[in-house]
């Protein structure tokens, strides 16, 4: 492909991650600048909350034509009068009423605004559950989900395998024909090609409900 069709397909794929970011009422959209290079978007500027950051990756990661992306939006609360206490405050009492996240899993760390989440966990859907709890709160300027599954006994390869290659059958948005899974130990790495980003993360999904899985890699690229 020539210099001048790249820039061109370049520009075409800003206009419609501005529009898609425009046309969603979640995030602020003058406060985001896109610009995309071979390919690749770069989202940059300031919001005044993680949520809208993480929105923003989001909507632009479901914009047609979109495969890989750049997140350099900075969270800035200059005005924000809540404290690192508060923000630990509220995040305990959100974990704490979520029934998805087993009772004294988790534990908070609160320092300059930012929200580390560590313990130990059975599931991948109880660490994504306590992410959850915690990234819509205000005053907050990044959330690290640091939790881990708890060592479970290693099973077969390839039974695995075929768990997980039935669970990527059953999903209807998935085309089980391009996506392949290895397993080493309880580590799965998923490979192939997908055409969008949602139907990537819908494997990584499927992978994950495995219960001899505790890493799930996601190889695959999306065909744009």
């Not at 969603?24 to 300031?46: F, M, N, Q, R, W």
């Not at 479970?152 to 996506?179: F, G, K, W, Y």
């Not at 998923?190 to 494997?203: C, I, P, Q, Y």
């Amino acid at each position: 492909m020539n210099t001048s069709t790249t820039k061109t397909r370049d520009m075409e794929l800003q206009d419609r991650v501005e529009q898609s970011l425009e046309w969603a009422p979640e995030v602020e959209s003058a406060k985001i600048g896109v610009s995309v290079h071979d390919g690749v978007v770069t989202l940059h500027g300031e919001v005044p909350s993680y949520w809208q950051k993480t929105m923003a990756s989001k909507i632009a990661l479901k914009t047609r034509g979109v495969s890989a992306i750049a997140d350099d939006i900075v969270v800035h609360h200059i005005t924000d009068p809540r404290t690192d206490s508060d923000i630990a405050l509220a995040a305990n009492n959100l974990i704490k009423w979520n029934s998805d996240v087993p009772e004294e899993s988790v534990k908070i760390k609160v320092q300059d605004h930012v929200l580390t989440l560590t313990g130990e966990v059975s599931w991948n859907f109880e660490r994504e559950a306590a992410f959850r709890s915690v990234k819509h709160l205000g005053g907050v300027r990044d959330v690290r989900n640091r939790i881990t599954l708890k060592r479970r006994p290693q099973a077969n390869a390839a039974d695995t395998e075929v768990l997980i290659r039935r669970a990527i059958m059953r999903h209807a948005s998935l085309d089980a024909s391009r996506v392949h899974a290895s397993v080493d130990g309880t580590r799965v790495i998923l490979t192939g090609t997908v055409s969008s980003h949602a139907e990537k993360m819908a494997a990584a999904s499927a992978a994950w409900a495995s219960p001899h899985v505790d890493h799930v890699e996601n190889r695959i690229t999306v065909d744009v």
